[in-house]
């Protein structure tokens, strides 16, 4: 056995690993479990990615783009935060409205992909041909400087006027009799909807010609969280855009060529987004990333199988049976649900987590960092639940907020949960404290969020963030957000007339609510 303190953590960042050396690539694709998740992401009909923020879709996109499985070769693309401050500008400057919000991303995206998919491509298409004369376009436009990533390539959908002209320069179309090549540049400013429809074309153009003796996915990441600068319409406008260019893109001729756009994004996020048919492109298109498991199989539950992994790959001899080795590194036992009844140690670590990877990962970074020796003791992990890991859970918690809210408003949504002092409540007891809550702010003429402005709105916000969880009868069993999540039902709904409702575990320690 390694002792803790020889043993590596691992990151809690997947995307980290993108770009890591072979040692610590090695460790994670050791603990990572591909699953039946991993056959999903392969299927070309499904292009969402869904799952809560620490789930795992970064993990599963890094390992696509580390790993040669089936054939498909991937990449992943971040949308930095200055995407949205160019959007912002072109809505300004150019009158963009929203409908073509779409057409930009879909330019954007069709630029990144003609850059990546080159080194896959036959040597007779790079030599001649329709993507000879956009690779020749794109040289010429960046100066022989082009970085395939979104910040760039805008900058071609921006300055469409240049834009159009290296298009019809580089032979890729003609001008045609409204469009002339002296006029495009006074055209483009003044129709740009129109232009980057033209742009479209040109792609399109291009892409029906090329042809790939493998599958190529693009992974889009980074929209978990939006920019403080950025107002939460602007956004979230951004964000519709995108999600409609990657269902048109992977309806079109994409798909015949083998190549598959997939949006890495949050359940509460993708239900924000009014789309045409949503419930059906869930069903259909989409991948739920979800980790459930019960008390009572949890042994058998692949949270579990990473936990022990964590463990089991570092050691000389890796080939032990499941569980052998957390139970050396945890040999104690914990209380049931009944007061008779004992569970092992990793019981703890579900009650304390939101059933995501990352939460267990952390946990055990945490403890491998502030400890030594042979073994864990039950105290080592109840120390770190009280000090370390509640910095962690209450900043993801600020990352999902601050979707919503800017940070004064998130300083007072804080503020309202501290309110409370016990860790479970009745909906009275919730309505009287938050009608004296908000009465205090109203005085003081604090402006309210949006969606704390009534009880309803607040509970259904707790239940979202799953801080708390609701009974339907006295002793029934809980329910949380993400445990009910499902593909016919992406934001569960809490229950008004529930008999009780209580905090989870962890927030009411990070809270201190009820200590």
């Known amino acids: 056995m390694i002792k803790i303190e020889d043993l590596q953590t691992i990151k809690g960042d997947a995307y980290e690993y993108y770009n890591s050396n072979e040692s610590e690539l090695d460790l994670f ?73 779409k057409d930009v991303w879909m330019n954007v995206i069709y630029l990144v992909l003609s ?47 240049s834009s159009i002209n290296a298009m019809i320069n580089g032979g890729i179309f003609k001008p045609s009799a409204k469009i002339s090549t002296e006029s495009s540049e006074k055209y483009a400013e003044s129709n740009y909807q129109l232009t980057l429809i033209k742009l ?9 010609e090329i042809r790939l003796d493998k599958q190529f996915i693009l992974f889009i990441d980074g929209i978990d969280a939006r920019p403080t600068e950025i107002k939460h319409e602007d956004y979230m406008d951004c964000l519709r855009g995108l999600v409609n260019a990657v269902i048109e893109l992977n309806n079109s001729e994409l798909k015949e060529r083998g190549i598959k756009v997939s949006l890495l994004i949050r359940p509460d996020i993708i239900y924000s987004i009014s789309i045409h048919n949503m419930n059906q492109k869930l069903k259909d298109n989409s991948v739920l990333i979800n980790w459930n498991t019960t008390y009572s199989a949890y042994r058998g539950s692949k949270l579990f199988e990473i936990a022990d992994n964590y463990f089991l790959k570092q050691q000389t001899l890796s080939d032990r049976p499941k569980g052998v080795t957390w139970d050396d590194y945890f040999p104690y036992s914990v209380s049931g649900r009944d007061s008779q009844d004992s569970e092992d140690s990793f019981i703890e670590f579900l009650r304390y987590s939101l059933y995501k990877p990352r939460d267990i990962l952390t946990m055990l970074n945490q403890l491998v960092e502030k400890n030594e020796g042979e073994r864990f003791r039950r105290d080592d992990f109840l120390n770190m639940i009280k000090t370390e890991y509640p910095h962690y859970l209450l900043g ?31 909906y009275n007891k919730f309505e009287e404290i938050y009608n004296n809550f908000i009465k205090k702010q109203k005085k003081y003429n604090l402006s309210i969020p949006r969606n704390m402005r009534t009880p309803e709105d607040t509970l259904q916000l707790l239940y979202d963030t799953n801080i708390i969880g609701y009974r339907e009868q006295e002793q029934g069993r809980v329910f949380w957000s993400f445990k009910e999540r499902s593909y016919s039902n992406v934001r569960p709904e809490v229950n008004l007339y529930a008999s009780g409702y209580a905090f989870h575990n962890a927030y009411a320690t990070a809270f201190k609510i009820g200590h």
């Open 29 to 101: 694709n050791k603990v990572f479990l591909a699953g039946d998740v991993l056959e999903q992401i392969k299927d070309p009909r499904k292009y969402f990615i869904i799952g809560e923020k620490g789930s795992g879709k970064t993990a599963y996109s890094v390992y696509f783009s580390k790993q040669a499985i089936d054939n498909i070769e991937a990449k992943i693309k971040f949308v930095q935060d200055t995407v949205y401050d160019k959007f912002i500008r072109m809505k300004k400057n150019k009158s963009l409205d929203m409908s073509s919000y």
């Open 115 to 161: 850059e990546e998919i080159k080194q896959f491509l036959p040597s007779t298409l790079l030599k001649s041909g329709p993507i000879k004369k956009l690779d020749s376009v794109i040289n010429d436009f960046y100066s022989d400087a082009f970085s395939p990533e979104f910040i760039q390539a805008i900058e071609f959908v921006e300055n469409s006027n």
């Open 200 to 208: 479209l074309d040109g792609f399109k153009k291009v892409f029906k």
């Open 396 to 426: 993801e918690l600020k990352d999902f907020m601050l979707i919503y809210m800017d940070n004064d408003e998130y300083n007072m949504f804080q503020k309202f949960v501290k309110s409370f002092r016990t860790k479970r409540f009745t």
